[in-house]
């Protein structure tokens, strides 16, 4: 009976430390990404430099990337060069005055749009995503264009594929954002009626931890291991 209480006690002190173990923060970084502001096209879209059309995991409708960083909590885990795309599409942003900002909100699924990073040359995905508010600004003072983008709630994350063994928890917020200092644009004299524009960007959210399950599982058998060797200690 000793034995067994050990056991769960190891189980629960082992559960317990990790439950309040702070959630690692994963991010991708890219750069090389080129996108296009167009007033008239679906109500004022901005989309990845290849393709207004956009969501099918069609590397075709997506812009080549030159690199993309994974990090945890700071600390780069991996990286790509080859093969990586965005694609981003998002709709009836509505015209964007000059100097100043917009914000796009859509409360129903699909949202307003869709961003994507793809990590392979067929058709598939590193990770999409449903974007559901959006803020664009145009920064003439710092002669930057400034793009952010959230996806809100678990349904932001339609589908996840990405390298590394990594993964988004699907209960969080993912927010992802770009920002270009090397853009042109043409206005009707009060607003934006294009942008092209290159720059970089980058994909936040809670690393997804590991299930409950697994603790329990990887604890208990921690406890029954330090129980064996008592035993034959004996």
Known sequence: MRHIISAMCAVLSVFSFSAITPAATLEIQ?????FVYDANVSGGAIFDATSSSGGTGDPGQADPLDTMNFKVDGALVGSLNTNIFADLSIS???PIPIGESVNVSCSIPPGCGT??????????YGLALDVFDATISHITALGSLNIAVVGAGASAITTQDLPFGLAFDEFETVTFSFISTNFTTTDDG????????????????T??????AVWLLGSGLVGLAGIARRRNAA
């Open 30 to 34: 890219f750069d090389g990404f080129n």
């Open 190 to 205: 009060s607003n934006l009626t294009s942008v092209v524009a290159s720059g970089n960007g980058n994909v936040t959210g």
């Open 92 to 94: 009836g942003i509505g």
């Open 115 to 124: 961003f994507d990073l793809l990590t392979n040359t067929t058709t598939g």
């Open 207 to 212: 690393l997804i931890p590991i299930p409950p």
